[in-house]
């Protein structure tokens, strides 16, 4: 399994990025996939995910409203859409996935180091 994650990059407080991460390997049609994040000095989150096995998604709550997960599955890839950011969602952004899960999305909320495959961090920072 590997996922590549792109499109992080600097931008000033209200503005928008959108975050890819292409996703091959999969040998399962149940999983979850999201985003996680990592400011310095903080633990990691979850911030959004998504679960094929019921087709929920998961939202902390900071960014409820703002963000949103969507994926292709044409192309293999999840997106996320990051709306009126501020300066505290600055951190690296993660892409990660388990899979042979038969779980709701909330899983993401509670298991962040239950997540099998890891994609190298991008970089997001919001900033004027």
């Known amino acids: 399994v590997q996922l590549q994650a792109s499109g992080g990059g600097l931008v000033q407080p209200g503005g928008s990025l959108r975050l890819s991460c292409a996703a091959s390997?999969?040998?399962?049609?149940?999983?979850?996939i999201g985003w996680f994040r990592q400011a310095p000095g903080q633990e990691r989150e979850g911030v959004s995910c998504?679960?094929?096995?019921?087709?929920?998604?998961y939202y902390t709550d900071s960014v409820k409203g703002r963000f949103i997960i969507s994926t292709d599955n044409a192309k293999n890839t999840v997106y996320l859409q990051m709306n009126s950011l501020k300066v505290e969602d600055t951190a690296v952004y993660y892409c990660?996935?388990?899979?042979?899960?038969?779980?709701?999305?909330?899983?993401?909320?509670?298991?962040?180091?239950?997540?099998?495959?890891w994609g190298k961090g991008t970089q997001v920072t919001v900033s004027s």
């Open positions: 390997g999969f040998t399962s049609n149940y999983y979850i």
């Open positions: 998504f679960s094929s096995s019921d087709g929920s998604t």
């Open positions: 990660a996935a388990r899979l042979d899960i038969f779980d709701s999305s909330n899983f993401c909320a509670k298991n962040t180091y239950g997540m099998d495959y």
